[in-house]
């Protein structure tokens, strides 16, 4: 924390003195990166890009995002139960105990999706959607 008040105050001292290069570089050797969360973060928001550009009411919206995420969280699960069956090296009663495990998170997951494509069947069929827009929120909810 203090080296960063150091630089700053360096910083200042090099712009007030006329030293106009000492600040550009500097600024040259700043890097930035995102932590896994704020990657994980832009690539949703990237993904969902396609639901916030439509001409659909918020409600629906949300409820899209929501869908999308489970459907995401699924594939994600039924990618490490598969990953666990292939692997060979784990006690068999072991594998058995994480693979019961991992069936009982999909079955939520899945529960959670079947309720989310509820909510939005209903959203869509109180808010009084138009021909257009009915196609558009079907089409986002198949993704």
Request: charged fraction near 25%.
């Amino acid at each position: 924390m203090t080296s960063h008040i150091v630089r700053s105050q360096q910083r200042q001292y090099a712009a007030a003195q006329g030293e106009p290069g000492e600040p550009q570089a500097w600024r040259d050797s700043v890097r930035v990166s995102l932590s896994e969360l704020g990657r994980a973060r832009s690539a949703q928001a990237q993904r969902n890009s396609d639901i916030e550009e439509s001409n659909l009411p918020d409600s629906i919206k949300q409820l899209l995002k929501l869908i999308r995420e489970l459907k995401a969280q699924i594939a994600a699960k039924q990618a490490e139960l598969a990953a666990l069956m292939a692997d060979s090296g784990l006690d068999a009663e072991v594998r058995l105990r994480q693979a019961q495990t991992f069936q009982s998170e999909l079955t939520s997951l899945n529960a959670a999706l079947v309720s989310a494509n509820a909510n939005l069947l209903e959203a869509m069929s109180e808010l009084g959607l138009d021909d257009a827009q009915l196609q558009a929120a079907t089409l986002l909810a198949m993704k």
